[in-house]
T-cell receptor, first 114, second 116 residues
Framework: DTEVTQTPKHLVMGMTNKKSLKCEQH?????MYWYKQKAKKPPELMFV???????INESVPSRFSPECPNSSLLNLHLHALQPEDSALYLC?????????????FGQGTRLTVV | AQSVTQLDSHVSVSEGTPVLLRCNYS??????LFWYVQHPNKGLQLLLK??????LVKGINGFEAEFKKSETSFHLTKPSAHMSDAAEYFC??????????????FGKGTLLTVNP
């Protein structure tokens, strides 16, 4: 079972709302990732969790707040977003963070900020 | 630092003809390279990966790629395109980002269209 599940699939939120994106994997992977993808662009790394600890933060604004409650779950809390934050948010997981390690991606959450 | 350059932003082929998607890489050490495919409004799916074993790598759906160190290339090929191959393709390199961390660096993508 090579599946990363993201919920919701679509989300529309106002600039004053607070919402959360959820990601779950049951492959026993110990690294999980959040990426942001704008239309017709490659994914951009936001955060990396390794063994439930934040290991990479690519200077993402504080209105994005990641949380890793356990090794299977990764959340992204959203608050006071801007319209330019509208994008496809992809979660991924890998066995570990290593040079030869491929990542498995979820289907993404399509976020629209109005 | 590591980087990849996808030489074509858009490739158009006819169904049943060969596919060639070009990728060049830059790395200060022996790289790990991947090709991912993304269908519209979907996540990314791994097609194949190179990790310093065989230089010719076979992937899913009939795709393969050849690692050529002398040319710093990792081009993706398929002998015969199918309509379902129409998608965005990303060449990716894995690179060290400090401590024990590695991260994936994506090329800008190549959009493959397949004409009937």
């Amino acid at each position: 079972d090579t599946e990363v599940t993201q919920t919701p699939k679509h989300l529309v939120m106002g600039m004053t709302n607070k919402k959360s994106l959820k990601c779950e994997q049951h492959m026993g992977h110990r690294a999980m990732y959040w990426y942001k993808q704008k239309a017709k662009k490659p994914p951009e790394l936001m955060f990396v969790y390794s063994y439930e600890k934040l290991s990479i933060n690519e200077s993402v604004p504080s209105r994005f707040s990641p949380e890793c409650p356990n090794s299977s779950l990764l959340n992204l809390h959203l608050h006071a977003l801007q319209p330019e934050d509208s994008a496809l948010y992809l979660c991924a997981s890998s066995h570990r963070t290593g040079r030869n390690t491929e990542a498995f991606f979820g289907q993404g959450t399509r976020l629209t900020v109005v | 630092a590591q980087s990849v350059t996808q030489l074509d932003s858009h490739v158009s082929v006819s169904e049943g003809t060969p596919v060639l998607l070009r990728c060049n890489y830059s790395s200060s050490y022996s790289p790990s390279l991947f090709w991912y495919v993304q269908h519209p409004n979907k996540g990314l799916q791994l097609l194949l990966k190179y990790t310093s074993a065989a230089t010719l790598v076979k992937g899913i759906n009939g795709f393969e790629a050849e690692f050529k160190k002398s040319e710093t290339s990792f081009h993706l090929t398929k002998p015969s395109a199918h309509m379902s191959d129409a998608a965005e393709y990303f060449c990716v390199v894995s690179g060290w980002s400090g401590g024990s961390n590695y991260k994936l660096t994506f090329g800008k993508g190549t959009l493959l269209t397949v004409n009937p």
